[in-house]
């Protein structure tokens, strides 16, 4: 191969990182089997008030990815209630809150109960679409 297509290559594959949004967003294999250890009734009540103050500024008070900050954003916030993300485990929801991506902050500050239970109350928005 020469050194040119090496290049190119590279380039590729650099460009695939930082256009975060444009590519699929996968939580690694280690956290998808992570259960949920809040329990769903009391992570609901928590993660109600939690949402509110935290993620309805982008993700819009429904979860539909519609807050007032997401009109100027790109890729904008996701709609957490599409099959996409439900169809997700919480293990892999829980990570990728935690960890963020591109505009999407990561929530280590926040502690772990009330990240998993965002997890329950994601859950109980998509219910009452
Ligand atoms: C500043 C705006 C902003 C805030 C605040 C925010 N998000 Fe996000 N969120 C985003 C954006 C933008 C994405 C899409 C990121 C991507 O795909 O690169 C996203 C993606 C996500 C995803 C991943 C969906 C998927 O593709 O699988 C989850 C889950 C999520 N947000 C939950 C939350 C929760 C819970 C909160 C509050 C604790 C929150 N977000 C706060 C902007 C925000």
Not at 46 to 72: M, P, S, T, W
Not at 94 to 121: D, T
Request: proline fraction near 4%.
């Amino acid at each position: 191969m020469g050194r040119r297509a090496f290049f190119a290559i590279g380039v590729v594959l650099i460009g695939g990182a930082v256009g975060a949004g444009t590519t699929e967003w996968k939580a690694p294999a280690s956290a998808r089997a992570v259960k949920n250890p809040v329990d769903a009734a009391l992570g609901v009540k928590l993660g109600q008030g939690l949402f509110r103050e935290n993620c309805v500024i982008c993700h819009g008070k429904a979860g539909k990815g519609d807050g007032e900050a997401a009109a100027a954003m790109k890729p904008r916030p996701t709609s957490l209630i599409e099959r996409s993300v439900q169809a997700q485990t919480d293990g892999e929801l829980f990570w990728k809150i935690s960890e963020g991506r591109g505009a999407m902050p990561g929530w280590k500050s926040i502690s772990e109960k009330e990240r998993w239970s965002l997890v329950h109350y994601l859950r109980a928005l998509a219910e009452k679409r």
